[in-house]
């Protein structure tokens, strides 16, 4: 028995504004649907991020991914208007975190050249 693949949670209020702010951020819409309340970003084979509707639990998760490019990050945030504090610097690597409507928070790790060498 071998676990597989993760997929991190974010619960959200309400699924369809949600689901329009996650396109945003990650610059595409779900990649599956899988039941209602429910949409889904493969980010790759092996990890993704779900994002569900359950108004009581809404904005207490946290997601934190390895980001190839935090400065392709920043720009993607800018284009798609999300708001956020831009990198800082943390002891070994640099990070972007990113507060989604209902308070959930994106934190996005690796190199920038905006501040320095990363990791």
Not at 9 to 33: E, H
Not at 95 to 101: A, E, Q, R, S, Y
Request: glycine content about 10%.
């Amino acid at each position: 028995m071998t676990i597989q693949r993760l997929l991190a949670q974010m619960t959200v209020t309400d699924l369809d504004p949600a689901t329009a702010w996650y396109t945003a951020l990650f610059g595409r819409g779900p990649d599956a649907r899988p039941m209602h309340g429910l949409a889904e970003w493969h980010l790759s084979d092996t990890y993704g991020v779900q994002v569900w509707a359950e108004p009581g639990r809404a904005g207490h998760s946290t997601v934190v991914l390895a980001e190839s490019d935090l400065d392709e990050r920043l720009a993607r945030l800018a284009r798609a208007g999300i708001d956020h504090g831009g990198a800082q610097d943390a002891t070994a690597f640099h990070v972007l975190p990113v507060t989604d409507p209902d308070g959930n928070r994106i934190v996005f790790t690796g190199p920038s050249a905006a501040t320095g060498t990363g990791r």
